[in-house]
């Protein structure tokens, strides 16, 4: 089966790994400034027809869910931004489409900028820690939980691998070979995120998925509990 994972440090899905139908989704943030964009007004088309509406979360991020194999175009409007349009959005069953989308302040037409992201193929050496999990352990952030609840996981000098704790060794890596994405969004430096907010924590041990094999220690994917919500 194959698994997509969005992120943009962005509250958007860690449920729709597991979806029937296609996702596409993203964050929306100014150009120059790269200020996400809260509240932009969004549309899903297809040919001459509005699939579904929505808007861009508090930090920039929107997610289309449910939708059939297909080519689709987004529209997008807000305030102090020219409208913008994108087209030849391809949408595929059980995948995310990850385009984040940049937008230009002022009069003139905007320059968008369209990244797609797409995930591979989930591999061996996959372990998820789920909200049950993340409800008995007394850990309090990402580092600690995934220390206690990871196999072949372990905190860097003894520490809980938490914010004070130090890094984490996975499969016996150097602790700075290992990546954080939180919610789609590769995090550089702290990675605190409250166990209150998470969804739910992947971690990859082995088999390191190719869109991420300039790492090679491990991956923690970490689903924000708005970001699974969508």
Excluded at 34 to 50: T, V
């Amino acid at each position: 089966m194959r698994y997509k994972i969005l992120l943009l440090c962005f509250a958007l899905g860690g449920g729709m790994a597991f979806a029937q139908f296609g996702e596409v989704g993203g964050v929306v943030t100014d150009t120059i400034t790269g200020e996400p964009l809260g509240f932009a007004n969004i549309s899903l088309e297809q040919g001459d027809q509005i699939i579904t509406q929505s808007i861009s979360d508090e930090n920039g991020k929107y997610l289309f869910s449910n939708l059939n194999d297909g080519i689709y175009s987004i529209q997008i409007s807000y305030v102090g931004y020219a409208p913008a349009r994108f087209d030849n959005i391809k949408v595929r069953n059980k995948e995310l489409t990850v385009y984040h989308l940049k937008l230009h302040s002022g009069s003139d037409l905007p320059v968008v900028f369209v990244f797609p992201d797409r995930i591979a193929d989930v591999p061996d050496g996959r372990q998820i820690i789920d909200i049950k999990d993340l409800r008995e352990t007394g850990a309090r952030d990402p580092g600690q939980i995934v220390a206690q609840s990871a196999a072949g996981v372990y905190a860097k000098d003894g520490g809980d691998g938490g914010e004070n704790g130090g890094g984490l060794y996975i499969s016996g890596s150097r602790s700075d070979a290992t990546l954080y994405v939180v919610d789609g969004i590769r995090v550089i430096g702290s990675t605190y995120v409250p166990k209150s907010a998470i969804a739910n924590i992947t971690v990859y041990t082995g088999g390191i998925p190719a869109n991420y094999g300039d790492f090679t220690g491990g991956v923690i994917e970490i689903t924000t509990r708005g970001f699974a919500g969508n």
